[in-house]
């Protein structure tokens, strides 16, 4: 039995399936692991959530943005933009399935020494913090998804705490000089203003090894904490890694 972590899907069901035949991927004892934003800008959303879905229990994926993105666009908190690939899901007979399913997923996940997230952690948060922050996230998706969502997307208000420490979890990237976070910033760490930082920069030596996502531009990080966006979305590299030995795998992406 082997834990792959798979960075970020986005939607690109053919790039996943090389991939994880890349690596002689067995549903029946292997444990998948994805950094989240499962679906949107490839052209496969609806079929990598039915597949990720059908592996049950062999399967962790924790949310990312573009997975919240989708369910805000369902429950009408959103307005779909023309770039989303994500209709298919809406117009599925088993939509509301999916959609439940994807609801329920976990927004960060520890196991033994690793801990996997979308985006990463705040600078000032213990790991402890972050977990349970997380919890309290998850436990609002389940059981009041839209005022969540809404105050996470709110824009020119200060969100409610677990509303923006979600916000954190799928969304960071660099903070400033004094370790808040900064949204405003997409491209890769060197080309950033000076008074920005990546997120991981500020942490001093945690007793889990993070694994995330999200950051394409950033390209795969190994180091104390390990980046795994290749992106595959802008078509870049789908990329995994076992965590038993830490063996990299990619494929480049062959969807359309």
């Keep these: 039995m082997a834990t792959y972590v798979i960075g970020d899907v986005h939607g690109c069901v053919r ?18 692991w994805f950094t989240g934003d499962l679906v949107n800008r490839g052209p496969g ?20 943005n573009h997975d919240l ?49 979308h985006a990463g952690l705040r600078p000032d948060w213990s790991v402890a913090r972050a977990e349970q922050l997380a919890r309290d996230a998850e436990r609002a998706l389940r059981d009041a998804p839209i005022q969540i969502l809404r105050q996470m997307y709110r824009e020119g208000e200060s969100p409610a705490p677990v509303a923006r420490a979600l916000r954190i979890l799928v969304s960071i990237r660099t903070c400033d000089s004094r370790g808040v976070p900064d949204f405003s ?25 993070i694994v995330f996502g999200h950051w394409a531009a950033l390209g795969l990080h190994l180091d104390r904490v390990i980046g795994l966006d290749t992106g ?8 995994a890694m076992r965590l038993d030995d830490e063996q990299i795998f990619q494929v480049p992406r062959i969807d359309a």
Excluded: N
């Design 15 to 32: 790039t996943l399936e090389a991939l994880v035949a890349s690596f002689g991927h067995d549903p029946t004892i292997d444990r998948l």
């Design 45 to 64: 959303s609806l079929e990598v959530l039915r597949w990720v879905r059908g592996l049950g229990e062999r399967a962790t994926a924790v949310l990312g």
């Design 69 to 117: 993105h989708l369910l805000s666009v369902s429950l009408g908190v959103r307005a779909a933009r023309r770039k989303d690939t994500f209709q298919p899901i809406l117009a599925a007979p088993d939509r509301d399935e999916l959609l439940d399913w994807l609801r329920q997923r976990p927004v960060m996940v520890r196991d033994d020494d690793w801990l996997l997230v």
């Design 185 to 209: 910033y997409t491209g890769p760490p060197g080309d950033a203003p000076g008074r920005l930082r990546p997120w991981y920069e500020f942490r001093s030596a945690d007793d889990v090894r």
């Design 232 to 239: 595959c979305a802008w078509g870049g590299k789908l990329t």
